[in-house]
């Protein structure tokens, strides 16, 4: 499933990415630079990267410390804010679910869920019941992160083979 939204953070979610990248790296400082892909398109990347979406993070010395991303999925009736770190080796250190819109479902966003994630490589594919656990009540918003995680890996994994990342 592809979003085709524009993506812009608050400045209070941009505030809780900072935090997550924090905690996932172990850094107090750090920089984060929006990461250009020319011609995007033409990878035919599942995942949208943009200046806005797609990050660099970086230490004080200015080395590679990983990326950071940040999209809207579907929900029921409405969308949801996440946010994949992954390390410089392109493996998930942390996802995050920054904003939840719905009534019903927001175990979605609870810390002991969302490590399922963790460690996952470009080479891994997530099946919906089977390596993600299911919640009652956010059956659309589990298998739509599943599906976002899923396409952002597959999409990492196309720019790592074309040695963009």
């Not at 410089?88 to 920054?98: M, P, S």
């Not at 490589?121 to 299911?134: E, M, P, R, S």
């Amino acid at each position: 499933m592809l979003v085709l939204s524009s993506f812009q953070l608050s400045s209070s979610s941009m505030k809780k990415v900072k935090k997550e990248i924090k905690s996932a790296f172990d850094i107090s400082n750090f920089k984060m630079e929006p990461f250009s892909i020319e011609n995007s398109e033409s990878y035919k990347l599942l995942s949208k990267f943009t200046t806005k979406n797609f990050y660099t993070i970086k230490n004080e010395s200015s080395e590679l410390m990983g990326y950071a991303y940040m999209e809207k999925a579907p929900s029921k009736t409405a969308e949801f804010d996440y946010l994949i770190l992954l390390d410089n080796d392109l493996v998930v250190k942390k996802t995050k679910v920054l904003i939840y819109r719905e009534e019903y479902g927001g175990e979605i966003a609870s810390k002991r869920w969302l490590k399922q994630f963790t460690g996952k490589t470009i080479n891994d594919g997530l099946i919906y019941k089977k390596d993600i656990a299911v919640i009652s009540g956010a059956t659309i918003s589990v298998r739509s992160l599943t599906n976002a995680v899923n396409n952002f890996m597959k999409s990492v994994a196309v720019l790592h083979e074309k040695n963009i990342l």
